[in-house]
């Protein structure tokens, strides 16, 4: 008895008989993963406590925050420092990128515009390492809802 049952789960016929049933059933659950992914929401704020610290900082910032806002960092780096040449550089950089599509109306802050805001007393970083080697650009990307998809013609 035991050998029939055992011949018969082993035979030529049930191997495709259960590779079928596993490309039928995958078939019909990949239907409902697309399904899924239209009801879910994955916000911090959907499974955190509303009494978390985060939350009421997510919620905070939601008011003042496009959520299409893609923040964006050039970085240069030179061992043994950055020269004043690769400085005016970074400037003409900032002044190109700050033309393309897509970047925000605050433009492109460079290590110049920094310690200007710097010495009027805004609080922003120096955008140069303390060493020297490594600086950067900062800039903010917003192609609208779309932005995950325009990010490589800009960034090209």
Do not use: C
């Not at 789960?9 to 008989?17: A, D, E, Q, S």
């Not at 997510?58 to 299409?68: A, F, I, M, Q, R």
């Not at 900032?94 to 310690?115: C, W």
């Amino acid at each position: 008895m035991h050998r029939q049952i055992a011949g018969a789960l082993t035979g030529r016929v049930t191997k495709w008989v259960v590779l079928l049933a596993v490309v039928v059933i995958t078939g019909v659950m990949a239907t409902f993963s697309a399904k899924l992914a239209d009801v879910q929401n994955n916000e911090a704020s959907s499974w955190l406590p509303g009494s978390a610290e985060s939350t009421k900082v997510l919620d905070e910032l939601s008011e003042t925050v496009d959520p299409n806002d893609i923040p964006t960092l050039v970085v240069y780096h030179r061992d043994g420092g950055l020269t004043d040449d690769d400085l005016a550089a970074m400037e003409q950089d900032g002044k190109e990128i700050a033309g393309l599509d897509g970047v925000t109306d605050q433009g492109v802050l460079t290590p110049a515009a920094a310690r200007a805001a710097a010495a009027q007393g805004a609080p922003v970083p120096t955008l140069v390492s303390d060493d020297g080697d490594v600086a950067y650009l900062y800039f903010v990307l917003n192609f609208g809802t779309d932005g995950w998809n325009a990010i490589p013609a800009a960034a090209d």
